[in-house]
């Protein structure tokens, strides 16, 4: 894991910005990979759409550092999908509040509905995404053999990626998305 290296950061909190900053000016990666899900981006270059700052930057500084840069996030309509099967709720309020992104508000009312499938739901959203981003992770360095790669995953997730990142052991078909560059300057 030499030439891999993963950083968590906090959303919202402004010492993550510069820890992004400088973890790409001292690393100088090749490559940086962003837990971002693609269904996200695209709707920032559509309509604008918030995107966490700590992600935003990320993307930028390491498009204007010359790396590559990758989202490895699983796309929202992945995880929806998923939750649905496992789940086998149907309930528009709940699925409503998971598109929007209230992951507080969908657990809340996932618990009113079925407390039991709480923690099911929790682990498609933590430990499936988990292992895709993993994965992605381990398809670029494969793909881009001797490459410095920086991950930037929300803390919460980086000693679980890190992990599955060592142990280098996946069977997710996946694939990172990758960014252009150009395009996401033009919106800064």
């Known amino acids: 894991m030499k ?3 993963i950083i968590g950061v906090h959303h919202r909190y402004q010492m993550s910005i510069a820890d992004v900053e400088d973890a790409i000016a001292d690393f100088k990666p090749d490559i940086v990979a962003v837990e971002l899900p693609e269904d996200d981006y695209l709707k920032f270059l559509e ?25 490895i996030d699983m ?22 509040e998971f598109e929007k992104g209230d992951i507080p508000a969908f657990y809340r009312r996932l618990l009113e509905i079925s407390p039991s499938h709480l923690k099911k739901a929790k682990e498609v959203l ?40 060592k142990a280098k052991e996946f069977s997710i078909k996946t694939e990172p998305f990758f960014l252009d560059c150009e395009e996401i300057l033009a919106y800064n």
């Open 47 to 71: 309509v604008h759409f918030y995107l966490e700052t700590e992600m935003k930057i990320a993307m930028i500084t390491g498009c204007e550092s010359g790396a590559m840069v990758f989202l």
């Open 126 to 165: 933590l430990k499936y995404r988990e292992a895709v981003m993993a994965a992605n992770i381990l398809i670029l360095a494969e793909k881009y053999p001797g490459s410095r790669i920086l991950a930037v995953v929300g803390y919460s997730h980086r000693k679980v990626v890190e992990k599955l990142v």
């Open 75 to 96: 796309k929202k309509e992945d995880v929806l999908r998923n939750l649905k099967e496992i789940l086998g709720i149907e309930d528009r309020k709940l699925w409503d």
């Open 3 to 5: 030439n891999i290296r």
